[in-house]
């Protein structure tokens, strides 16, 4: 009922800056939180930062200070704004999704298909 497309991968150099874009359609009106995890080769998929419908957001203390995570309702969006790159930020980003009756983050709640993101030094 509810589909994720994420845009805005690649390569760039440490330090270096880079906007990744999550569009929802379907049933997006039901959506109560968004957000974006990662998983890096041989690592536990792992929060990188969510964003509730009362805009209250939570970051992964290893971004904290560098990532921002916006969300426009009029266009079912959900944005994460990446500065000073770093190579440990390497990994596949996906977007989340989730309702008060879906947990956003688990197998429950909803999904885009990833998107890479390689930071090179």
């Known amino acids: 009922q509810v589909q994720l497309v994420e845009s805005g991968g690649g390569l760039v150099q440490a330090g270096e800056s880079l906007r990744l874009s999550c569009a929802a359609s379907g049933s997006s009106t039901s959506l109560y939180a968004m957000g974006w995890f990662r998983q890096a080769p041989g690592k536990q998929r792992e929060l990188v930062a969510i964003?509730?419908?009362?805009?209250?957001?939570r970051y992964a203390d290893s971004v904290k200070g560098r990532f921002t995570v916006s969300r426009d309702f009029a266009k079912n969006t959900v944005s994460l704004q990446m500065n000073s790159l770093e190579t440990e930020d390497t990994a596949v980003y996906y977007c989340?999704?989730?309702?008060?009756?879906?947990?956003?983050?688990?197998?429950?709640?909803?999904w885009g298909q990833g998107i890479q993101v390689t930071v090179s030094s």
């Open positions: 964003i509730t419908g009362g805009s209250s957001s």
């Open positions: 989340s999704a989730g309702t008060l009756f879906r947990a956003i983050g688990t197998s429950a709640g909803y």
